[in-house]
Nanobody
């Protein structure tokens, strides 16, 4: 069983930055997803088990960066240039059945409880 715990969410003004952290033991492909009220969960970013490969949703490309520190069992999402439309609950997820980066919800097996990010205009 993989336990994932997110932290780092909060309230920030548009244009500001936040860094989300996910405590995640094990060498899994990891992803960040977000879900805004009334919307489906959507992909944000993914990183492979080694940290060598990443991919991003078009909406966040160039503003967000995913990284990991395997020595400390942590995955991060650095969010810069935040916009009101980035407001959502952000969750990290682990993929136990494959080592390549993945963008679909159904490709992940374990999920954290989520952390709220609110961007004011």
């Amino acid at each position: 069983q993989v336990q994932l715990v997110e932290s780092g969410g909060g309230l920030v003004q548009a244009g500001g930055s936040l860094r989300l952290s996910c405590a995640a033991s094990g060498r899994y492909t990891m992803g960040w997803f977000r879900q805004a009220p009334g919307k489906e969960r959507e992909f944000v970013a993914s990183i492979d088990w080694s940290g060598s490969f990443t991919t991003y949703a078009e909406a966040v490309k160039g503003r967000f960066a995913i990284s990991r520190d395997n020595a400390n069992d942590a995955v991060y999402l650095q969010m810069n240039g935040l916009k009101p439309e980035d407001t959502a609950v952000y969750s990290c997820a682990a993929r136990s059945t494959g080592r390549w980066i993945a963008t679909r919800v159904e490709q992940y097996d374990y999920w954290g409880q989520g952390t709220q990010v609110t961007v004011s205009s």
